[in-house]
């Protein structure tokens, strides 16, 4: 593929050098297919979060590795920047938290982000349902975020609900290879992006935190190298030949109960910079909503996404516990 006469536009494809057809199907969508696919379908999302900057430069290098013949492509790939809009104006959103608008909760507004989650949906969609129809093949999602605040634990995914399905030693060695060693255990259905693509199409899908938010230039890129090395390595090889399981390496956490904020007067008690996954002792007030406390009742039990502003009704913080690994079903 020479160099564009014009900028593309959405409909746009083209063919690269060794047979690689690229088709671009919206600002920040691009759907890749090389000539001989392998057995995976993998969507690699990142900016659902427009102000989260590590993996954009991370997806960003790696199409421009693609287009350039440096980095081969083995599977068929959708890389999907979430939200061009918010990331031009530096912020985690335009007017909604886009992680709270899949599986059809964008049908409740008419925000960018309503009308983005929708036809994220519907590239999802055609990603998967074009594939071949060859026997079997994997689905496979990884939603890269960073997060806003530290954390105690810098990297961990969000394992979506299983419905009682078992969870993947193949999935947390992956992942732990990419540096993410800690789990969080989702128990329920949500409405982030991760979950949609677990629920409505079948795919081992995650929410990947791979660290803080820095701006765009300023993110020290070797935190993510092995994340990188694997995501290269995902895309580009027939089979990844990981590392036996091996259940000393993971940290699994359950959540232990959400706190909504139900009044104007919410209020967390410990201060607005404090890491994920910080543990109080046991009879701490977390938080206070109006004339209800919350104290921490679990020895162990930490605190994750605390957010004292969020909309009456929403969550403000969710506390987890450690699960030891022998009680979960794996397979
Ligand atoms: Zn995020």
Request: hydrophobic share 35%.
């Amino acid at each position: 593929m020479g160099a564009p006469a014009s900028w593309p536009e959405p409909g746009d494809s083209g063919e690269l050098d060794d047979g690689t057809r690229v088709e671009f199907w919206d600002y920040g969508v691009f759907a890749l297919t090389p000539a001989q696919p392998g057995s995976k379908d993998v969507i690699l999302s990142c900016a659902i979060h427009g102000n989260e900057t590590a993996p954009i430069e991370m997806v960003r290098d790696m199409l421009h590795d693609i287009f350039s013949g440096k980095l081969q492509l083995r599977q068929r790939t959708l890389f999907l920047i979430g939200n061009p809009q918010a990331i031009m104006i530096g912020k985690r959103f335009v007017d909604y938290n886009m992680n709270r608008l899949f599986s059809g909760a964008h049908k409740s507004g008419d925000t960018p982000e309503h009308k983005r989650a929708a036809d994220i949906e519907s590239y999802v969609t055609k990603f998967y349902n074009e594939a071949p129809a060859d026997g079997k093949r994997q689905r496979l999602h990884y939603d890269l975020h960073t997060a806003i605040r530290d954390s105690a634990y810098e990297k961990f995914a969000v394992y979506p609900f299983t419905h009682g399905g078992p969870y993947k030693k193949e999935q947390l060695t992956f992942l732990a290879e990419c540096g993410v060693t800690t789990i969080l255990l989702n128990q329920a259905p949500t409405t982030t992006f991760s979950y949609y693509s677990v629920r409505s199409h079948g795919a081992d899908a995650f929410t990947v935190e791979l660290g803080k938010v820095r701006p765009f230039g300023e993110n020290d890129m070797s935190r993510f190298a092995d994340a990188d090395r694997m995501f290269r390595k995902l895309i580009s090889q027939d089979q990844l030949d990981l590392p036996a399981f091996d259940a000393t390496r993971h940290t699994i956490f359950d959540v232990y109960r959400t706190i909504n904020r139900t009044q104007q007067g919410f209020r967390l008690n410990f201060p607005g910079d404090v890491a994920n996954f910080t543990e109080f002792e046991q009879g701490y007030l977390l938080a206070v909503d109006e004339s209800v406390e919350y104290h921490v009742e679990q020895p162990g039990e930490r605190i994750i996404f605390p957010n004292a502003d969020v909309a009456i009704g929403q969550r403000a913080l969710l506390t987890v516990v450690e699960l030891p690994l022998d009680q979960l079903e794996l397979v």
